[in-house]
Each structure stands twice: as structure tokens, then as C-alpha cells.
């Protein structure tokens, strides 16, 4: 069980819109920073969206990413069938005072 | 450009000890404002936080696992280093070793994951 919640699964069609959520509490979302991966099969996971709402240099505008009180969203729009992958956000718990993840969505462009 | 490379036996006995070496090329390990991290990814399952040591020597845990966790860092070879105790087969999984950024704003810390290495499969079996 992890501490922070993601479903499980998301799906929609190429050049849809699609958001991710990310479900937590004060002592992590609440007060820290978002960050949120996204992971190939076989892969290692890559840094996406930093900072709550931050793109690396050579990710697309098509995701976004934000926070409001104790969760987060990831957002993708313009869907392609490259964007299928898992999705995973993180951030620091202080009161275990351990960085925590969500579970991981996989993301199904059909 | 950082590059990090685990290493080490991709077969433990249950009840032995694991041990990894994350091998950093392109930055230094004693500089800068990072945290240098071992995380891992059992089959089909998401991603677990294991510890992390800082520039300056500076330890942190997962509490589930801290009692058979150490991290540590040799920086004449700049590499660190992970020892998992008493492993059983809930200990096999993919390790990854990675730098996350930290630093501050208004006192906040943020903190990230920049860099990864590719993964190793480390397997607990008799």
C-alpha cells in the first residue's frame, strides 16, 4: 500500500487530454514539493514535471503539472501513442521522514 | 553529463547480505547539493525508496527498512554503496541508484530525482 494514491489505470485516444492524479496528505503533499517520473517497460524511470508544476529541459508543454492542498495532478494533452507508460509521483514525507511514492499509473493511449 | 551505473551480484542467498555499488561518472559525489539514492522496483510493482546519503555524509532511511539498511560513499572512487541485511526472496527486485537534486525556497526543500542508472535485477534465492 502506498502512501500516496494513484489509480491504477488511464486510457483515452490519441490526441485527447488526459490528468493523473496524486493523492496524499498534509505531511507530504501537503507541504512539499511534487515531482512525478514516467517509466518505460524495462526501463529506468525519467524525471517529468519537478517543483509542482516544472518541465526539464526536453519535456513537451503537453504536460503540466499541478497542486492544490494535499493532492496533485499530472496532466498530457495531445495523446500519442508514445506517451504510453507507467506514471509515478513522488515527494517527501516529514512524518516518516522518507520520500514516498504513489503506485504508478499506466497509461493506455488507444 | 552524470552518469550512474549499478553493479553487483544479481544472486543473494536468503539470509545473506546484499550489496550494490552505484558507479558515478561526469560529477563528483562530494560536491554540490545532492542526495545520492538507492531506490527499488519489485516485479509488476511500483517503486520503493530505500536511502539516501548526502554530499556531506548525511544518511536517511526508508523506517520499514533502516534496521538492515546502510548507505555509504567512497568518494576516491566516487561511488556509493548499498548493504541490505538478512535479505529473503521480498527483497528481490530491481535496484536503481540515482542523484536527487535538493535545495531551497523560502525555506521549503524541494527535492528530485534527475539522474538514474539503468537498473540492476538483484534475485533473493536458495
Known amino acids: 500500500q502506498s502512501v500516496l494514491t494513484q489509480p491504477p489505470s488511464v486510457s483515452a485516444a490519441p490526441g485527447q487530454k488526459v490528468t493523473i492524479s496524486c493523492s496524499g496528505s498534509?505531511?507530504?503533499?501537503?507541504?512539499?514539493?511534487v515531482s512525478w517520473y514516467h517509466q518505460l517497460p524495462g526501463t529506468a524511470p525519467k524525471l517529468l514535471i519537478y517543483d509542482n508544476d516544472k518541465r526539464p529541459s526536453g519535456i513537451p508543454d503537453r504536460f503540466s503539472g499541478s497542486k492544490s492542498g494535499t493532492s496533485a495532478t499530472l496532466g498530457i494533452t495531445g495523446l500519442q501513442t508514445g506517451d504510453e507508460a507507467n506514471y509515478c509521483c513522488g515527494t517527501w514525507d516529514s512524518s516518516l521522514g522518507a520520500w514516498v511514492f504513489g503506485g504508478g499509473t499506466q497509461l493506455t493511449v488507444l | 553529463q552524470v552518469q550512474l551505473q549499478e553493479s553487483g551480484p544479481g544472486l543473494v542467498k536468503p539470509s545473506q547480505t546484499l550489496s550494490l555499488t552505484c558507479a558515478v561518472s561526469g560529477g563528483s559525489i562530494s560536491s554540490g547539493t545532492y542526495y545520492w539514492t538507492w531506490i527499488r522496483q519489485p516485479a509488476g510493482k511500483g517503486l520503493e525508496w530505500i536511502g539516501r546519503i548526502y554530499t556531506s555524509g548525511t544518511t536517511n532511511y526508508n523506517p520499514s527498512l533502516r534496521s538492515r539498511v546502510t548507505v555509504s560513499a567512497d568518494t576516491s572512487k566516487n561511488q556509493f554503496s548499498l548493504k541490505l541485511t538478512s535479505v529473503t526472496a521480498a527483497d528481490t527486485a530491481v535496484y536503481y541508484c540515482a542523484r536527487q537534486r535538493y535545495y531551497e525556497i523560502s525555506g521549503h526543500p524541494i527535492y528530485y530525482f534527475d539522474y538514474w542508472g539503468q537498473g540492476t535485477l538483484v534475485t533473493v534465492s536458495s
Open positions: 498534509s505531511s507530504n503533499i501537503g507541504n512539499s514539493y
